[in-house]
């Protein structure tokens, strides 16, 4: 491991107030203490409603919340639109999961019958279905190889026609549990319903964002390789167990 | 089929299954497909009528101590005491209860309610009483959201005939006052203005999580002034509390493991002063409360080859948090053991949500259970040190308990994991609970 510090990363976590079911703050830890191991200096930001929008971010994650939150936060997510797709077309990585992976489509019909506007990151809408989605689940990509969480949802996914997944289902049901995609991806930009948390069990997503985000402003991401013999071992278990 | 009838049936399974060591339920659920009715007309004869406790965390001890708070001033109380919470587990204890003329010899029934059965229980049986705990993030792959529990316990506050004893500070509780019948009433139990940032609510736990000075609430629910409390938890010493109790201080010995047990000690006691009405006698029921001891798995001691042993249950974030919380990590030796059994919740999301810094100083010494490489993977991230990791639980306990030394040990398990190191606990020596 690197300990020599190669330079700083900064990550800013999107909404954590109203966005954090489910352990997905395990992604942004898992992103903040990969990047120290390979030796950069990590600071991270909150971003939440109303807050002044951060002058610089190497990299974008924000999580799950339940139905209300996603109320709170569509409005200000309509608001930083902009600078969002900016960062995206330049290359900047993001993860969004669950909720907000939903709000970064271009609508979301709840259960309850309400439209929420999304920012139209991805070509994709989502409607509320009759049902949870809820159990282990595994994909495959790819660039990822194969990919384990856990996912709880109602909302069903449908990408347009030239909308690319992140994954293909192999067990579990995914965006809409029929068409056999999972999430959905565009320039550096991963949405996806795993939980798990995704990034603790996926060290080759996580890698893959910090690389990115490294690269896009122009420098060379670390050849050391971490220690992942506890995700590996995890990534094998969960495989074993029922849905 | 005639009612007597119903119920010597049901005695005589639940004596033929206690004969085969069956499960607790088994008998209630003959009696609950033979006779539905049978637990809603057996409670409605109570004089002191029905009292339901509920919530995400801490039902088992609260209904325990507000059993005893109640038994102290002479009441006679009938409770689902085996932990089976279920309408037929109620049905089961009241078959358990009653005399050979099908009599249920008690003045009120205290009774623990998973909140996904609460509500299926209050559409047969009204509660006079109910005490709602909290909502904190539970077994979501049963359940959802946190807003659908929320909307589960509005249930048995709508309800409730009497009065609702509800925790004022967790906000989603708080907020149920709103759905309570228009002729029943609200009471309350809270912490002093010092203590909460000690049970911070699911909404507050993030910041909380990554340790910033400024505790906020929801940014959809501003911190707005609250109502006042019939027992407030006003601090909290090595082992005992004092306790506001309509206005006049108190000091409680209590000897139960965890800050969140003296929290639903106040729980207890305020619904306990609710039930009693006139005739509580608020100096011995605090005194009472040095009696409590802890519930099944919640903080039991139990020695082992001369040491003590502690099982601590850990179902979700909050738990866990409270529970680490609660002692100084380099005192002890440490083993986690995570499955992921329905009963335990299939989702391990939940570990993320917990914050293990405390366990830094001093390690951990072994992880185990079905997921026992997910419970390694957190720790390491949070850089806390992992001695060993072994999924088989008799072998991991047994390695654990051959490390420890002259420490004593500690065990956080999950509900499955409980149950089985429990049993293998019991192989290995003779269990005692101190």
């Known amino acids: 491991m690197n300990q020599e510090k190669v330079g700083s990363l900064d990550i800013v976590q999107l909404y954590p107030r ?34 002044p929008w951060p002058d610089y971010a190497d990299l974008f994650v924000g999580g799950g919340g339940q139905d209300s939150g996603q109320f709170r936060v569509a409005e200000d997510l309509a608001r930083v639109a902009p600078k969002l797709h900016e960062a995206a077309s330049a290359g900047t990585p993001m993860l969004v999961i669950c909720g907000l992976y939903q709000l970064f489509g271009r609508e979301f019909r709840t259960g309850g019958g309400e439209t929420l506007r999304g920012i139209e990151m991805f070509d994709l809408e989502t409607v509320g279905g009759p049902e949870r989605l809820i159990g ?63 990034l603790p069990k996926n060290p080759a997503v996580a890698d893959f964002l910090l690389r990115t985000a490294v690269e896009t402003r122009g420098d060379r991401f670390p050849e050391a390789s971490l220690d992942d013999t506890y995700a590996e071992h995890a990534r094998g278990v969960a495989q074993t167990r029922p849905r | 089929m005639s009612r007597p009838l119903v119920r010597l049936l049901g005695q005589g399974v639940r004596w033929a299954s206690s004969l085969r060591g069956g499960g607790s339920a088994f008998p209630g659920l003959v009696m609950e497909k033979l006779h539905p009715a049978f637990v809603a007309e057996e409670l409605a004869k109570l004089p002191h009528g029905v009292v339901v406790i509920s919530g995400t965390n801490g039902k088992t001890t609260t209904t325990k101590m507000a059993v005893q708070l109640l038994r102290s001033q002479g009441l006679r109380v009938f409770t689902n005491r085996t932990g089976s919470n279920f309408v037929r587990g109620v049905a089961a204890s009241l078959l358990a209860e009653m005399n050979a003329f099908g009599r249920l010899d008690a003045d009120v029934a205290v009774l623990e309610l998973d909140e996904a059965h609460a509500v299926h229980f209050v559409k047969q ?129 209590i000897d139960l493991y965890g800050v969140y047990n ?27 409360l040095s009696r409590v001891t802890p519930a099944f798995g919640r903080g039991e001691t139990v020695t082992v080859e001369g040491k003590p042993l502690q099982l601590l249950l850990v179902k979700n974030p909050a738990g ?98 409980m149950l089985s190191l429990r049993k293998i606990l019991g192989g290995m020596t003779h269990v005692d609970t101190i």
């Open chain 2, 320 to 417: 866990f948090r409270l529970s680490l919380a609660s002692a100084s990590a380099d005192d002890y030796a440490t083993m986690i053991a995570i499955n992921d059994a329905y009963a335990d919740g299939r989702d391990v999301s939940w570990l993320w949500d917990v914050d293990f810094d405390s366990l830094r100083a001093g390690g951990v010494d072994i992880v185990s259970g079905v997921r026992a490489w997910d419970m390694a993977l957190r720790l390491d991230y949070d850089l806390v040190e992992v001695g060993s990791v072994d999924t088989d639980l008799e072998s991991a306990l047994k390695q654990f308990i051959a490390g420890a030394g002259d420490r004593p040990m500690r065990i956080f398990c999950t509900y499955t994991a």
């Open chain 2, 125 to 253: 049986v009204k509660p006079r009483y109910a005490l709602l705990l909290n909502v904190m993030r539970d077994q979501l792959d049963r359940f959802g959201e946190i807003d659908t529990t929320r909307r589960m316990l509005s249930q048995v506050a709508k309800a409730t005939t009497g009065t609702v004893v509800l925790n004022r500070e967790d906000p989603r509780i708080a907020s149920l006052a709103d759905d309570v019948a228009a002729d029943a009433t609200v009471e309350w139990f809270g912490l002093s203005d010092a203590l909460r940032p000690m049970f911070p609510s699911d909404d507050d736990m993030r910041d909380v999580l990554r340790q910033t000075e400024n505790v906020e609430l929801d940014s959809a629910q501003p911190s707005v002034a609250r109502p006042a409390a019939d027992v407030v938890l006003n601090a909290v010493k090595a082992n005992s509390v004092d306790l506001d109790v309509h206005g006049q201080e108190h000091t409680a010995t």
């Open chain 1, 136 to 198: 282990n689940i595994v994909t495959e990509s790819p660039e990822f190889g194969t990919i384990i969480g856990y996912e709880n949802h109602s909302g069903l996914t449908t990408l347009g026609p030239d909308q690319a997944a992140m994954a293909t289902v192999v067990s579990g049901a995914g965006n809409n549990g029929e068409d056999g995609t999972e999430g959905a991806r565009t320039h550096n930009v991963l949405g996806s319903y795993l939980h798990g948390s995704l």
């Open chain 2, 262 to 288: 003296q929290y639903n000690a106040a729980a207890a006691l305020a619904l306990a002063l609710q039930v009693l009405g006139d005739s509580a006698d608020v100096a011995s029921l605090v005194d009472e």
């Open chain 1, 18 to 51: 109203d966005m954090n079911i489910y352990g997905d703050w395990g992604n942004t830890l898992t992103l903040k203490r990969r990047a120290e191991r390979y030796g950069y200096e990590v600071r991270v930001h909150d971003y939440n409603p109303g807050d």
